[in-house]
């Protein structure tokens, strides 16, 4: 008997000594991010949880992913909130829920081989006042809900499932034969033109009626109230809370966005999954909106939208809120299929500021780097820093700016010919209401495939200005195109290019490159046209005698100096 509590002994010793160590090594990643560090960000302190614990078990819950257990986990929450706070273990099964209401001081660990389902019953999500597209408007409850809160953590390797096929509405054209023909058996109504599949008939009158999802006519509760099935809700809501952890978990199969992260400070999110199919509208990975010192590092997203959004209110709403998304680290993430691998957009009325995103992945992405904003929204995002990205096999651009975002995927636009160049007619007052890009830096970036290597469009009231690329290297079968845009530089800038131009401008001034090298034989080198395009200056590998120039009948011939450059 002694021999076996010294064995006990020596087993809780030797878990006590690994997750300290484990701690440890963590601290010195976490510290390690701040190290060359773009600007002033304060070190963010972790949740400090109280060692209370109790398990879901101990209130009736069952793990047979039939019986429902919304009350073992209200009473499980508010036992631990009672004693001043702790931690709600998720044990290994099956668990069919609700909605689960966070309170301060609770950490919720979810335990390797724990499954939680959210009930398909859209009754227990309620209406309630929130923000959603960057309006103030009403949504349902989300699955994971907390607002208001201080001190708050999830942990664990488990699953949270969002059961987002009950909400969504699908696509035709993202689906299977055999797929469609099982959605459609499966109820529901099909759009009149049979290229959508809504959840019921008042989802297809409130969608009708809609902008980007929000029914901006409704005013009441009771209005909102005859089209709930519409308001499906993300996944995972957390509004004002301070000082929170997200470690660990998958996060998959969500209604609208997944991760929802909404004007909170001293956030951490660490070694997450998220996942949604690739058809899921409007299945976002995480959006990070109007937040102030967030860490987001070493997690991989594969969704059926943007996958790394950051965000800050829209139009009047946002200005009126005024909380940009300020001091955010990015690191060491990687994302499958997204419209886009870190997008910053088209919500961006608050501002973003203070950004830096290094180490990270983007493989199949539609877009890799996505900026995207629109006349209206108003906002200045600035200060955005990107190092050592790798992308591959990226079927659009990989790195986007468009001032003209209209609420279709890049792939979208270009297949109805959306994708506009619109420097010419009346051009509106620069006012509150006017977004601006400017001072986003990029260095050290690959890419091996895209359908264009960079597009670059401002607004002529206001062009993107101040923005600078460093160690540039890409395979694509289109070059840069420069739209309305003031201050650009390169410096080392190597392109594998199918066709030309390699390079165009229109209306853009102040042009610095250095260090081109263009290989293959892509015809057409460069190609400036518009009367506001001036000061381009290239000094490149090439022999400036075979490089092959076009200059519109508006553009001086003087605005463009080419020089060669010895290796």
């Given at each position: ?404 975002y209209g609420g279709m995927s890049v792939p979208e636009m270009m297949a109805k010919g959306r994708y506009t160049e619109a420097t010419d007619g009346t051009v509106p007052p620069v006012t509150d209401e006017t977004p601006q890009f400017r001072n986003i830096s990029m260095r050290n970036l690959t890419c091996r495939g895209a359908l264009q290597a960079i597009y670059l469009q401002g607004l002529p009231e206001l062009n993107i200005e101040n923005i600078s690329f460093e160690n540039i290297n890409i395979i694509s079968q289109m070059g840069i195109s420069c739209v309305d845009a003031t201050d650009i530089s390169f410096k080392g800038l190597n392109l594998t290019v199918d066709k ?68």
């Open positions: 008997m002694k021999r076996y509590h010294l064995y006990i002994t020596v087993f809780i010793l030797a878990s006590v000594l690994t997750s300290c160590l484990g701690k440890k090594r963590q601290v010195q990643k976490d510290v390690s991010l701040y190290n060359n560090l773009e600007f002033n960000m304060p070190v963010i302190e972790e949740p400090v949880i109280p060692l209370y614990s109790v398990t879901i078990t101990d209130f009736g819950a069952v793990g047979d992913g039939k019986t429902l257990n919304t009350q073992a986990f209200i009473d499980a929450i508010e036992s631990v909130s009672q004693k001043g706070g702790g931690r709600v273990i998720i044990p290994p099964g099956m668990w069919l829920t609700g909605p689960i209401i966070m309170k301060s001081n609770i950490n919720i660990h979810i335990e390797e081989g724990a499954l939680v389902i959210f009930s398909p019953d859209k009754n227990l999500y309620p209406l309630i006042e929130t923000s959603f597209e960057g309006y103030d408007t009403y949504r349902c409850l989300s699955p994971v809900y907390g607002k208001d809160l201080v001190n708050i953590s999830f942990t664990g390797k488990g699953i949270f499932d969002g059961n987002g096929d009950v909400w969504r509405p699908v696509k035709r054209e993202k689906l299977t034969e055999s797929q469609w023909d099982d959605l459609v058996k499966s109820g529901g109504i099909v759009s009149d033109d049979g290229s959508q599949w809504f959840p019921s008939e008042s989802y297809r009158e409130a969608q009708a009626q809609s902008e980007m999802n929000v029914p901006r006519e409704l005013t009441s509760r009771e209005e909102f109230e005859r089209y709930r099935d519409f308001l499906r809700p993300v996944m995972v809501s957390l509004v004002n809370c301070k000082t929170v952890l997200i470690d660990g978990p998958v996060f998959q199969n969500s209604p609208a966005w997944c991760l929802h992260p909404l004007m909170c400070e001293d956030l951490i999110i660490r070694n997450v999954t998220v996942r949604n199919p690739w058809y899921s509208q409007n299945g976002d990975g995480i959006d990070i909106e109007s937040c102030f010192n967030t860490i987001l590092s070493d997690s991989n997203f594969d969704v059926g939208d943007d996958a790394i959004c950051i965000k800050s209110g829209k139009d009047a709403d946002g200005r009126r809120r005024g909380r940009p998304t300020e001091n955010l680290i990015i690191r060491d993430c990687i994302v499958y299929h997204g419209h886009g691998g870190v997008t910053i957009g088209s919500e961006m009325s608050g501002g973003v500021r203070n950004m830096s995103v290094r180490g990270c992945i983007f493989m199949g992405t539609d877009v890799g780097l996505r900026f995207k904003t629109t006349r209206g929204r108003g906002g200045v995002v600035e200060n955005i820093y990107f190092s050592d990205i790798d992308m591959i096999n990226i079927p659009t651009q990989a790195i986007s700016f468009n001032m003209y030309g131009p390699v390079l165009r401008f229109i209306n853009t001034n102040v042009v610095n490159i250095s260090g081109l090298d263009v290989e293959g034989d892509p015809g057409t080198m460069i190609d400036v046209r518009g009367k506001k395009s001036k000061k381009i200056n290239i000094t490149t590998y090439n022999p400036v005698e075979k490089i092959k120039v076009f200059t519109g009948d508006e553009v001086d011939q003087s605005v463009i100096s080419i020089n060669q450059e010895m290796r």
